[in-house]
Protein backbone atom coordinates (compact mmCIF):
# COMPACT_ATOMS: atom_id res chain seq x y z
CA UNK A 1 0.00 0.00 0.00
CA UNK A 2 1.59 3.50 -1.22
CA UNK A 3 2.17 6.51 0.59
CA UNK A 4 -0.47 8.37 -1.72
CA UNK A 5 -2.65 5.68 -0.99
CA UNK A 6 -3.10 6.50 2.82
CA UNK A 7 -2.98 10.13 2.24
CA UNK A 8 -6.17 9.54 0.99
CA UNK A 9 -8.28 9.00 3.91
CA UNK A 10 -7.18 10.70 6.86
CA UNK A 11 -8.13 9.12 10.36
CA UNK A 12 -11.27 11.33 10.61
CA UNK A 13 -13.09 10.67 7.61
CA UNK A 14 -12.55 6.65 7.28
CA UNK A 15 -13.23 5.35 10.81
CA UNK A 16 -11.61 1.70 10.74
CA UNK A 17 -10.94 0.95 7.51
CA UNK A 18 -7.65 1.34 5.85
CA UNK A 19 -7.51 2.22 1.93
CA UNK A 20 -6.33 -1.44 1.59
CA UNK A 21 -9.60 -2.74 3.57
CA UNK A 22 -11.46 -0.67 1.68
CA UNK A 23 -9.68 -1.69 -1.79
CA UNK A 24 -10.15 -5.58 -0.65
CA UNK A 25 -14.01 -5.40 0.39
CA UNK A 26 -14.63 -3.35 -3.40
CA UNK A 27 -12.88 -5.81 -5.49
CA UNK A 28 -14.62 -8.77 -3.48
CA UNK A 29 -17.92 -6.96 -4.42
CA UNK A 30 -17.21 -6.18 -8.31
CA UNK A 31 -15.80 -9.61 -9.04
CA UNK A 32 -19.09 -11.19 -7.49
CA UNK A 33 -21.34 -9.15 -8.87
CA UNK A 34 -22.91 -9.96 -12.07
CA UNK A 35 -23.93 -6.44 -13.20
CA UNK A 36 -21.75 -2.83 -13.27
CA UNK A 37 -21.71 -1.03 -9.51
CA UNK A 38 -22.33 2.47 -9.40
CA UNK A 39 -20.68 4.78 -6.91
CA UNK A 40 -23.86 5.18 -5.09
CA UNK A 41 -24.13 1.04 -4.64
CA UNK A 42 -20.50 0.78 -3.89
CA UNK A 43 -21.35 3.38 -1.20
CA UNK A 44 -23.27 0.73 1.12
CA UNK A 45 -20.90 -1.52 1.40
CA UNK A 46 -19.41 1.03 4.15
CA UNK A 47 -20.05 1.95 7.32
CA UNK A 48 -18.70 4.71 7.21
CA UNK A 49 -19.06 8.02 4.58
CA UNK A 50 -16.97 8.02 1.94
CA UNK A 51 -16.78 10.15 -0.98
CA UNK A 52 -17.18 10.07 -4.54
CA UNK A 53 -13.72 11.16 -5.19
CA UNK A 54 -12.34 9.20 -2.40
CA UNK A 55 -14.00 5.88 -4.13
CA UNK A 56 -13.02 6.86 -7.23
CA UNK A 57 -9.43 7.26 -6.89
CA UNK A 58 -9.15 3.63 -4.62
CA UNK A 59 -10.86 2.31 -7.68
CA UNK A 60 -8.02 3.85 -10.09
CA UNK A 61 -5.52 2.18 -7.54
CA UNK A 62 -7.52 -1.06 -7.54
CA UNK A 63 -7.70 -0.47 -11.47
CA UNK A 64 -3.89 -0.44 -11.59
CA UNK A 65 -3.55 -3.28 -9.53
CA UNK A 66 -4.89 -5.67 -12.08
CA UNK A 67 -2.61 -3.92 -15.09
CA UNK A 68 -0.39 -7.55 -15.11
CA UNK A 69 -3.88 -9.82 -15.32
CA UNK A 70 -6.35 -11.68 -17.24
CA UNK A 71 -8.81 -9.43 -16.20
CA UNK A 72 -9.45 -6.08 -15.67
CA UNK A 73 -11.64 -3.54 -13.89
CA UNK A 74 -13.65 -1.18 -16.16
CA UNK A 75 -16.02 1.71 -16.04
CA UNK A 76 -19.19 1.02 -17.82
CA UNK A 77 -22.47 3.24 -17.90
CA UNK A 78 -23.63 1.50 -15.39
CA UNK A 79 -20.78 1.63 -13.10
CA UNK A 80 -17.74 -0.70 -12.28
CA UNK A 81 -16.59 -3.87 -13.28
CA UNK A 82 -14.70 -6.70 -14.07
CA UNK A 83 -14.55 -8.31 -17.37
CA UNK A 84 -11.97 -10.49 -19.10
CA UNK A 85 -8.87 -8.21 -21.18
CA UNK A 86 -9.65 -8.75 -25.30
CA UNK A 87 -6.11 -10.71 -25.71
CA UNK A 88 -7.41 -13.44 -23.29
CA UNK A 89 -10.67 -13.88 -24.97
CA UNK A 90 -9.55 -16.74 -27.74
CA UNK A 91 -8.37 -19.30 -24.71
CA UNK A 92 -12.13 -18.17 -23.10
CA UNK A 93 -13.83 -19.02 -26.46
CA UNK A 94 -12.21 -22.87 -26.49
CA UNK A 95 -14.94 -22.98 -23.59
CA UNK A 96 -17.84 -21.86 -25.71
CA UNK A 97 -18.65 -23.94 -28.07
CA UNK A 98 -21.44 -21.28 -29.52
CA UNK A 99 -20.74 -19.85 -32.74
CA UNK A 100 -21.44 -16.24 -33.12
CA UNK A 101 -24.84 -14.91 -33.47
CA UNK A 102 -25.97 -13.74 -36.91
CA UNK A 103 -28.40 -10.59 -36.57
CA UNK A 104 -31.11 -9.90 -39.35
CA UNK A 105 -30.49 -7.03 -41.09
CA UNK A 106 -33.63 -5.28 -40.01
CA UNK A 107 -32.81 -5.01 -35.83
CA UNK A 108 -29.00 -4.00 -37.08
CA UNK A 109 -30.57 -1.32 -38.95
CA UNK A 110 -33.40 0.00 -36.41
CA UNK A 111 -30.89 -0.57 -33.61
CA UNK A 112 -28.33 1.78 -34.79
CA UNK A 113 -30.99 4.30 -35.95
CA UNK A 114 -32.17 4.94 -32.32
CA UNK A 115 -28.46 4.64 -31.04
CA UNK A 116 -27.11 7.51 -33.43
CA UNK A 117 -30.54 9.68 -33.89
CA UNK A 118 -32.37 9.44 -30.74
CA UNK A 119 -34.82 9.56 -29.40
CA UNK A 120 -36.77 8.40 -32.19
CA UNK A 121 -39.99 7.21 -33.18
CA UNK A 122 -41.44 4.50 -35.28
CA UNK A 123 -42.13 6.85 -38.01
CA UNK A 124 -38.80 8.18 -38.28
CA UNK A 125 -36.97 4.63 -38.35
CA UNK A 126 -39.29 4.01 -41.33
CA UNK A 127 -38.58 7.46 -43.01
CA UNK A 128 -34.93 6.78 -43.13
CA UNK A 129 -35.07 2.63 -43.19
CA UNK A 130 -37.22 3.16 -46.35
CA UNK A 131 -39.31 0.30 -45.64
CA UNK A 132 -42.00 -0.44 -42.58
CA UNK A 133 -40.32 -1.77 -39.28
CA UNK A 134 -42.01 -4.86 -37.70
CA UNK A 135 -42.84 -5.06 -34.08
CA UNK A 136 -40.88 -8.02 -33.73
CA UNK A 137 -38.04 -5.87 -34.67
CA UNK A 138 -38.86 -3.47 -31.70
CA UNK A 139 -40.14 -5.66 -29.42
CA UNK A 140 -36.86 -8.04 -29.84
CA UNK A 141 -35.24 -4.68 -28.71
CA UNK A 142 -36.86 -3.72 -26.34
CA UNK A 143 -37.37 -7.35 -24.41
CA UNK A 144 -33.03 -7.23 -25.09
CA UNK A 145 -33.05 -4.51 -22.81
CA UNK A 146 -31.11 -2.51 -25.58
CA UNK A 147 -34.22 -0.22 -26.15
CA UNK A 148 -36.87 1.51 -24.69
CA UNK A 149 -39.65 4.48 -24.68
CA UNK A 150 -38.88 7.46 -23.00
CA UNK A 151 -41.70 9.74 -23.88
CA UNK A 152 -44.08 10.60 -26.38
CA UNK A 153 -43.33 13.03 -29.21
CA UNK A 154 -45.77 16.01 -28.74
CA UNK A 155 -47.52 15.46 -32.12
CA UNK A 156 -51.34 13.67 -33.09
CA UNK A 157 -51.29 10.58 -31.90
CA UNK A 158 -48.29 10.67 -29.54
CA UNK A 159 -45.91 8.50 -30.90
CA UNK A 160 -43.53 6.44 -28.47
CA UNK A 161 -39.74 8.20 -28.27
CA UNK A 162 -37.22 5.43 -28.52
CA UNK A 163 -33.73 5.62 -27.13
CA UNK A 164 -31.15 2.78 -26.11
CA UNK A 165 -30.50 1.99 -22.38
CA UNK A 166 -27.76 1.79 -20.05
CA UNK A 167 -28.09 -1.86 -20.46
CA UNK A 168 -27.05 -1.23 -24.02
CA UNK A 169 -24.10 1.17 -23.09
CA UNK A 170 -22.79 -1.37 -20.40
CA UNK A 171 -23.01 -4.43 -23.00
CA UNK A 172 -20.87 -2.77 -25.25
CA UNK A 173 -18.30 -1.73 -22.80
CA UNK A 174 -18.87 1.79 -22.76
CA UNK A 175 -19.26 4.92 -20.82
CA UNK A 176 -21.47 7.16 -23.00
CA UNK A 177 -23.25 7.64 -26.13
CA UNK A 178 -20.25 9.67 -27.06
CA UNK A 179 -17.99 6.41 -27.20
CA UNK A 180 -20.01 4.32 -29.51
CA UNK A 181 -17.75 3.08 -32.55
CA UNK A 182 -18.44 4.33 -36.21
CA UNK A 183 -21.61 3.36 -37.51
CA UNK A 184 -20.32 0.93 -39.67
CA UNK A 185 -18.71 -1.03 -36.83
CA UNK A 186 -21.41 -1.47 -34.74
CA UNK A 187 -23.00 -4.54 -36.34
CA UNK A 188 -19.48 -6.45 -35.85
CA UNK A 189 -18.96 -5.29 -32.38
CA UNK A 190 -22.37 -6.13 -31.40
CA UNK A 191 -22.65 -9.84 -32.28
CA UNK A 192 -19.06 -9.81 -30.67
CA UNK A 193 -20.17 -8.99 -27.66
CA UNK A 194 -23.34 -11.17 -27.81
CA UNK A 195 -20.79 -14.38 -28.49
CA UNK A 196 -18.40 -13.99 -26.10
CA UNK A 197 -20.67 -12.36 -23.50
CA UNK A 198 -23.01 -15.62 -23.64
CA UNK A 199 -25.92 -13.57 -24.16
CA UNK A 200 -29.17 -14.37 -25.50
CA UNK A 201 -29.35 -14.67 -29.47
CA UNK A 202 -32.29 -11.51 -30.61
CA UNK A 203 -35.36 -13.31 -32.53
CA UNK A 204 -35.05 -12.93 -36.19
CA UNK A 205 -37.90 -10.89 -37.23
CA UNK A 206 -39.76 -11.50 -41.04
CA UNK A 207 -37.81 -11.81 -43.61
CA UNK A 208 -39.25 -9.20 -45.55
CA UNK A 209 -37.81 -6.39 -44.22
CA UNK A 210 -34.03 -8.00 -43.97
CA UNK A 211 -32.80 -6.98 -47.17
CA UNK A 212 -33.31 -3.10 -46.79
CA UNK A 213 -30.21 -0.95 -46.41
CA UNK A 214 -30.25 2.48 -44.11
CA UNK A 215 -31.07 4.73 -46.71
Known amino acids: MSDRSVSLLP ?8 PAEIKRILETALLTSQDPLPLSELKKLFDEELSAEILRRLLEELRRDWDEKGVELVNVAGGWRFHARPEMQ ?7 AQKPPRYSRAVLETLAIIAYHQPVTRGDIEEIRGVAVSGSVLNALESRGWVGAIGHRDVPGRPAL ?4 TGFLNDLGLRSLEELPPLEELGS ?17 ESASTNESIG
Not at 11 to 18: D, E, I, R, V
Not at 162 to 165: E, I, K, N, R, S
Open 90 to 96: KFLDRLN
Open 11 to 18: PSSHGSSS
Open 162 to 165: YATT
Open 189 to 205: LLELKEYRGSMELLPVP
